[in-house]
């Protein structure tokens, strides 16, 4: 089992999705605090592979780490000779990398672990489970996600289609969220005024939605814990 330490006292700043979001991304890491990304590093930005860089440097200095996203698997799996069908904005990703790149993606996106608790916060990309709190992200490589793997990355799907054509996503998983717990995710764009979306569930825990629309024509936030 794969771990992925937070340094011991360390200050830790929470990034969201940044997609290509170069700049943003630039100004959000410019701190002396650890980097916690939630994941989806890549596409629809103006520059996915100097994204991507920024944050495999930023491991390898021991300064941050990113948290597993959909579109960090998807694209390491078309790098790896996956049969998965390529959209314009990962082709586009595909097109900004040279061959180191593409290596330390694929085996620094298999390291990523899909959720991580540290203390009274869990970081996971798309949604919550119980599962998350009995044990760690497992090892899953470049599978196919399944169980907690696929939650984490796509959140809770109603069965539905949105008019946009995407999966319609419950946000019924706040409410299992226990007392004491806050839950630090992207995935979802559920700000409607720039700010990180805040809910309460049901048992007391809370979700903090940071994906304001970096690379798709909203900006980049993050949150520095205490």
């Not at 998807?74 to 061959?99: N, W």
């Not at 054509?165 to 409607?192: A, M, N, Q």
Request: aromatic content about 8%; overall charge negative.
């Amino acid at each position: 089992m794969t771990t992925h330490p937070i340094p011991p006292g360390a200050k830790v700043r929470v990034v969201g999705d940044v997609h290509g979001d170069v700049n943003g991304f630039a100004y959000a890491i410019a701190t002396d605090r650890f980097i916690v990304q939630l994941g989806d590093l890549a596409d629809h930005g103006p520059d996915s592979a100097g994204t991507l860089r920024m944050m495999f440097d930023l491991i390898e200095r021991g300064r941050g780490l990113f948290i597993l996203g959909n579109h960090d698997l998807k694209l390491a799996r078309v790098l790896s000779g996956d049969h998965v069908r390529i959209e314009p904005v990962v082709q586009a990703t595909v097109d900004q990398m040279d061959d180191d790149l593409k290596v330390r993606t694929q085996r620094l996106v298999a390291e990523a672990p899909a959720w991580l608790r540290h203390g009274s916060a869990l970081f996971v990309h798309g949604g919550f489970h119980t599962t998350m709190l009995e044990q760690p992200s497992p090892d899953h490589g470049l599978d196919r996600p399944y169980g907690p793997v696929a939650r984490a990355l796509y959140g809770e799907p109603t069965g539905r289609m949105q008019p946009d054509g995407y999966p319609e996503r419950s946000l019924r998983w706040v409410d299992r969220i226990p007392d004491g717990l806050t839950v630090y995710c992207g995935h979802d764009r559920r700000s409607s005024d720039g700010r990180p979306y805040v809910r309460h569930g049901a048992l007391g825990g809370t979700a903090v939605f940071l994906d304001t629309g970096a690379g798709k024509g909203g900006h980049l936030s993050w949150i520095d814990l205490p």
